[in-house]
């Protein structure tokens, strides 16, 4: 069931763009931060196309679900570390964040919408989603510079 998705990896190119713009933001933190918060970012920035292809890959509905829970939960962890990356009051950084907004949202649409889909495929196949649908909180917290 999940693999027309594969063929339209929008989800997984959205992922992917984010990656090299996090990498940015990580290699332009104040040297005092680069290790604590730059590890992370990098790491999540990575886990997010890793979740997403593992979505696309995903032969049971139920690992699709797992896997889109995962990548949400990812997004989450990754719009958290932006804010503290706000905090820090950067002005090489600044630039940087501007257009992180709409790509997050973006890349939360792509989540919901891929899981509503599927959750509306498996009702009409009488199946049962599982309790591990991407549900993340919403993103109306992202920072904005």
């Known amino acids: 069931m999940p693999g027309p998705h594969h063929r339209k990896p929008a989800a997984w190119q959205c992922a992917i763009e984010l990656v090299p713009r996090v990498h940015a933001i990580a290699c332009a933190l104040p040297r005092e931060e680069h290790d ?25 509905p139920r690992a699709c679900f ?13 719009v958290d570390l932006l804010f503290e990356v706000a905090r820090l009051d950067c002005t090489d950084l600044a630039p940087l964040l501007d257009d992180m907004t709409p790509r997050l949202a973006r890349m939360d649409a792509h989540l919901h919408g891929w899981n509503a889909r599927l959750a509306r495929r498996c009702r009409e196949e009488r199946r049962e989603p599982g309790a591990t649908s991407y549900n993340a909180r919403p993103l109306d917290r992202l920072p904005v510079p």
Request: glycine share 10%; hydrophobic share 50%; with cysteine.
């Open 36 to 60: 604590r918060l730059g590890d992370r970012l990098r790491r999540v920035a990575c886990g997010l196309p890793a979740n997403v292809a593992g979505a696309c890959r995903a032969l049971d």
């Open 66 to 78: 797992l896997h889109l829970a995962t990548a949400g939960d990812v997004l989450v962890e990754l």
